[in-house]
């Protein structure tokens, strides 16, 4: 992939003691080529590593940690997407440069590695020289005539494309280098949320933030154990008696309904990241997931993040591909996971089916309460209301409470109503409602359906406040409750809205009756 040939050319990068790695991707002036460049401050080559960084099957790095320790990473990455491939590298003010040209080497029928003019390169090298200064070292690495990165299929198209690119590239030096961006130290004890990074990555001019998939830069000095963790240490010998070590680390985090939108974002919260982060040397190599199908995605495992730290004396053992890419767990060790997953799943579960209690008293107070157990349900209802019939505000009459509105039957007037000014909450509640009802029906600004839930109902708090109830369940109540508004709203009309105000206080009263057969939520 793209993001993988990226980050084998930043990761030849950070084997190389580089502090500061810039990329550049850049369309021409008529936009219709895209040039890649890959900039750092690195230990930089002579002219004979160059020419053995260069050659295709070269030797093993002195260093096995990286990606790409076996010689392939940099020209297989290079050439899947361009034709020419330079590096320039500069020790002091010695410069060296090389380039293989797809076209040339077919053209002369042989592997011709060409030694280019190095003042055809003089924005790049200024660039070079900014970033390592006039004595330092280090080396550009330039993709041009790239052809397999974004189909040329006109200007226009090459522009939206380089834009997703981009953030793809982001995302993914994001999570692959996460520990070398915030700090492998910071990452370590907790600190994500301050960076003390070990190496600086821009793209675009813009540096690249660390993901940090264990969710701890959630925790802070007023709330230590919003993500729970635990570390292991596991010692594993392999057929031959030989030992190695390596880590295994538990992060549950907390309820969705406890994180807001920007936490949520930022923990990218989903059924698909779930699961194993699986690091080689602090690389992000697995993330995502759960190898050999250890569980399956549910979402009481959304809460769940699992760390596994190794180095590359367990590449053989955990049957680590050329690419880095794949990793084949031993049985053994599965089974020891399994062992050792299983309190962080218990708990993971039990947070899942925690809900968000509304923490005020009840009372007669007809502000809106702790959205946090809704919030969920007020999203889901945002992205579907479109395909749901919508009715106009006509007036509204703010000091008794009346509404106007206009549906296929006409104007009706609608009491015990209001409009909810600068809002985007659909489902809300207050602390009681008049002759005990459950539900009322308010508007937002824009004439969208709000459905207001009595926290004092009988119902409400057996149902809602229940630590059996699920966000799951509570959401399919909310979109319940909504729709019974929503179709109130769109089919009352003169005659009929004493009707359905009635049947809402007959509901509302059957429901109080039938809720005492559920548990009490206290």
Not at 30 to 46: A, L, P, R
Not at 240 to 261: A, C, H, I, W
Request: proline letters at 3%; hydrophobic letters at 40%; glycine letters at 6%.
């Amino acid at each position: 992939s793209h993001q993988a040939a990226f980050a084998d050319i930043v990761d030849n990068s950070i084997a190389a003691e580089a502090s500061h790695v810039a990329l550049d991707i850049e369309e021409s002036i008529f936009g219709n080529e895209i040039t890649v460049s890959f900039f750092d401050n690195g230990n930089g080559m002579d002219a004979v590593s160059i020419k053995e960084a260069m050659r295709y099957g070269s030797e093993k790095r002195p260093s096995p940690k990286s990606l790409g320790k076996f010689g392939m990473g940099l020209k297989t990455a290079s050439t899947a997407f361009c034709r020419k491939l330079t590096v320039i590298s500069k020790q002091g003010l010695a410069i060296e440069a090389r380039c293989w040209d797809v076209d040339l080497i077919i053209e002369c029928d042989d592997w011709v590695l060409t030694k280019p003019d190095v003042f055809d390169y003089a924005a790049q090298i200024e660039k070079l020289t900014q970033i390592t200064g006039t004595d330092g070292s280090g080396t550009v690495v330039i993709w041009e005539n790239v052809d397999r990165l974004i189909n040329s299929s006109g200007t226009d198209y090459i522009r939206e494309s380089l834009v997703t690119l981009i953030e793809e590239i982001r995302d993914h030096l994001a999570g692959t280098f996460g520990k070398f961006l915030i700090g492998r130290e910071a990452f370590r004890h907790g600190l994500s949320a301050e960076p003390s990074p070990d190496v600086i990555i821009e793209l675009n001019g813009e540096p690249i933030k660390g993901w940090d998939p264990t969710g701890q830069f959630l925790n802070t000095v007023e709330e230590p154990d919003r993500v729970i963790s635990e570390k292991k240490v596991h010692v594993f010998s392999n057929l031959q008696g030989k030992s190695s070590r390596f880590e295994l680390n538990g992060y549950v985090l907390p309820n969705k309904n406890k994180m807001t939108d920007e936490e949520l974002a930022a923990i990218k919260f989903s059924n698909d990241n779930q699961g194993f982060y699986i690091y080689r040397e602090d690389r992000l190599i697995f993330g995502g997931g759960w190898p050999h199908r250890l569980f399956s995605q549910d979402a009481h495992l959304n809460l769940l993040r699992v760390e596994l730290n190794f180095d590359h004396n367990l590449d053989d053992t955990f049957e680590i591909d050329i690419r880095k890419s794949k990793i084949n767990l031993p049985l053994k060790i599965r089974n020891e996971f399994k062992k050792a997953l299983a309190p962080w799943r218990n708990e993971a579960s039990r947070r899942y089916r925690q809900n968000s209690k509304v923490h005020r008293p009840l009372g007669t107070s007809d502000e809106p309460a702790d959205i946090n157990l809704h919030k969920d349900s007020s999203r889901a209802i945002k992205r579907q209301r479109d395909k749901s019939t919508k009715v106009n505000v006509v007036s509204v009459d703010g000091q008794n409470s009346r509404i106007i509105i206009e549906n296929r039957f006409g104007e009706t007037e609608i009491n015990r109503a209001a409009v909810v000014a600068g809002t985007d909450i659909l489902v809300t509640t207050v602390a009681s409602l008049e002759g005990g009802m459950l539900w009322k029906i308010n508007m937002t600004e824009d004439d969208q359906t709000v459905v207001v839930l009595n926290e004092g109902h009988e119902f409400y708090r057996r149902f809602y406040l229940s630590t059996e109830a699920s966000p799951v369940l509570i959401q399919a109540m909310d979109s319940l409750f909504w729709a019974l508004a929503n179709a109130e709203l769109n089919s009352i009309s003169d005659i009929s809205k004493n009707n359905f105000e009635e049947l809402r206080f007959s509901l509302s009263d059957s429901l109080r009756h039938l809720a005492s057969e559920l548990p009490d939520a206290d």
